[in-house]
């Protein structure tokens, strides 16, 4: 038998729906590239949302259409996902920090109809327009201006497409299992993989970030968000916050510690998001100038670990919480966040700050396990260690385009992550046995970089692993055996790389040895490289 309750489902234009009527007032801030403060409120981004959202349906898009988003963190940017979303389409975030030959395949994978392209990222458009296969349109964000030059290239202005929008356009109802946003993510091999969200996913994860024992989200809450929206959502908060009715701070496109340490200060933020890298940065600036962080109660870091000595710096010098997360595209993309238990209350505070070191415990809607070499889940003691696994209805189930499911027969997702968990269900990351590097929170792939190193005439074989880096958190380290009889040089094997991939996948440095460590299938064992080789930046930088 069902129940009798009401049939209508969790949709995203539910929550924006929500902030317009309910939060109206509240401020939605966004920052432009000079640093210049846009001043709006949930009200005006719920009706230009709609006003957009509108202006799509009469261009004759379609329910569960592609459109495609470049742009960083901006009040456009988020009316854009809320408008695409809320008509029936699908938001496709794309990261324009990709390889211009990447952002292309995933536009053509996704088959975008629409790109909404921030004016800063025009040379992408310029160079590639040409090779997207199924773009009808183009729109430029940001203030009108160059308007013959657009014209000329076929672009429209999203300020014309929203003026010509309805303000009195409603919201239709919506299948909460239908399609809502698309974010791709690194294959280990090969091309980036989609991972396409439905409404209900989107709702059901916003609802548990803000969860006390997660992000801890109220309407008395002012967030910045640092952690781009084309990284899942930034973390989900492009929803919770409007589900919450928090104040948001939408920083643009500088990152750098001191706009963040500024914006924080000017606008009494309560909580931020964002990756070590940037974190580390904040740090610098304070310590450099001597600001405090007076507002700030507490900062989400995750996409990579996050160094314990940061933790402590945080609580001892700024009285700031560090709730450290797990989490990856694939599974929405929280899966754990590290508060603490009603137990912890009474210790002492040097090991409750110890506590807060590891990744954390799962939320209600994902169970973790760690598995053996056959599959056999491994104790809860702390010490075991295995492949993570994770299951649960914010976990993906296939790729966009795939036939073929993603989860084990008991509907299991392997994360690529290697881990302990203790008694208490906390979760220490201790390894990766994916073969991507992740530095500042982006993916390199070990095996793109091989591929290209191992096309080199000197070069026998090479391995390419990560290595600890204090900025970056990871750096890409090549160990290579040279072809015998012939001394490459490091600078050589570095320039190969030049115009094969982003420049920032560029490899730091290369190390020759004479032999490469081999597993009996021949191929180098990069768990033993990863182990000799941990701590060559730094030992590198201290001479
Ligand atoms: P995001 O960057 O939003 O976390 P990605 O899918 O790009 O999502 O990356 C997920 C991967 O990042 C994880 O599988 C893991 O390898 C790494 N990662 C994320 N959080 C942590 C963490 N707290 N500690 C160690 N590695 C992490």
């Known amino acids: ?40 409120t949930w009200q005006k981004v719920g009706e230009r949302a709609r006003k957009i959202a509108s202006a799509l349906d009469k261009l004759g898009l379609k329910k569960g259409d592609r459109l495609g988003t470049i742009s960083p963190n901006n009040k456009e940017h988020l009316e854009l996902l809320y408008a695409i979303s809320g008509f029936g389409g699908i938001a496709h975030t794309i990261n324009p920090r990709l390889f211009p030959d990447e952002i292309v395949y995933i536009v053509n994978h996704a088959e975008d109809k629409v790109l909404f392209v921030d004016s800063s990222y025009i040379a992408i458009l310029i160079g590639h327009r040409h090779l997207f296969e199924t773009v009808e349109h183009i729109y430029l964000m940001g203030p009108k201006k160059d308007e013959f030059a657009a014209n000329m290239n076929g672009f429209k202005f999203l300020n014309d497409l929203t003026d010509d929008g ?89 990152l750098d510690g001191k706009s963040v340490v500024s914006l924080i200060n000017n606008e009494n933020i309560t909580m931020s998001f964002a990756i070590p890298t940037i974190w580390e940065e904040v740090l610098e600036q304070l310590d450099k100038t001597g600001e405090k962080l007076e507002s700030l109660d507490r900062i989400l870091s995750g996409g990579t670990a996050v160094p314990e000595w940061m933790i402590r710096q945080f609580k001892n010098d700024y009285s700031v919480h560090v709730i450290h997360a797990w989490g990856m595209t694939e599974t929405s993309p929280l899966g754990t966040a590290n508060t603490p238990l009603g137990a912890h209350a009474n210790l002492p505070k040097k090991q409750k700050i110890e506590k807060m070191y590891n990744a954390g415990r799962p939320n209600w809607s994902v169970q973790i396990k760690i598995v053996d070499r056959e599959g056999i889940e491994l104790p809860r003691d702390g010490e075991s260690e295995g492949d993570l696994l994770v299951k649960g209805p914010t976990v993906i189930e296939r790729y966009l385009h795939d036939k073929q499911s993603s989860l084990d027969n008991d509907g299991w997702f392997k994360t690529g ?47 390419v692993i990560g290595v600890d880096h204090k900025k970056w958190n990871e750096r890409p380290l090549v160990i290579a055996e040279a072809v015998k009889g012939t001394n490459p040089k490091e600078k050589e094997i570095l320039d190969f790389f030049k115009n094969k991939i982003a420049k920032w996948q560029i ?37």
């Open 1 to 40: 038998m069902k129940g009798n309750m009401t049939k209508i489902g969790l949709t995203t234009n539910m929550l924006i729906s929500h902030a317009e009527k309910n939060h109206g007032q509240t401020e939605v801030l966004s920052v432009d590239v000079k640093g210049d403060v846009e001043k709006s």
């Open 417 to 463: 992550d290697i881990g302990k968990i203790d008694s208490e269900g906390y979760l220490e990351i201790t390894d990766r046995s994916k073969d991507l590097i992740k530095s500042g929170g982006e993916w390199i792939s070990s095996l793109e970089l091989e591929e290209i190193v191992r096309g080199h005439d000197k070069i026998h074989d090479a391995a």
């Open 166 to 254: 309805d303000k009195n356009y409603n919201w239709p109802e919506l299948n909460e299992n239908d399609a809502a946003v698309l974010c791709y993510t690194s294959g280990t091999t090969g091309n980036p993989k989609g991972v396409l969200y439905s409404h209900k996913s989107i709702v059901v994860h916003a609802n548990l970030v803000s969860l006390p024992d997660n992000f801890n989200l109220s309407a008395r809450d002012s967030l910045l968000l640092v952690t781009p929206m084309f990284h899942v959502n930034a973390w989900g908060v492009t929803y919770a916050s409007a589900m919450v009715g928090s104040k948001l701070v939408l920083p643009g496109p500088n």
């Open 507 to 543: 490899p730091d440095a290369v190390v020759f040895v004479d032999e490469l460590p081999l597993s009996s299938t021949g191929k180098p064992i990069k768990r033993d490289l990863r182990f000799e080789f941990k701590n060559y930046f730094e030992e590198k930088k201290n001479g």
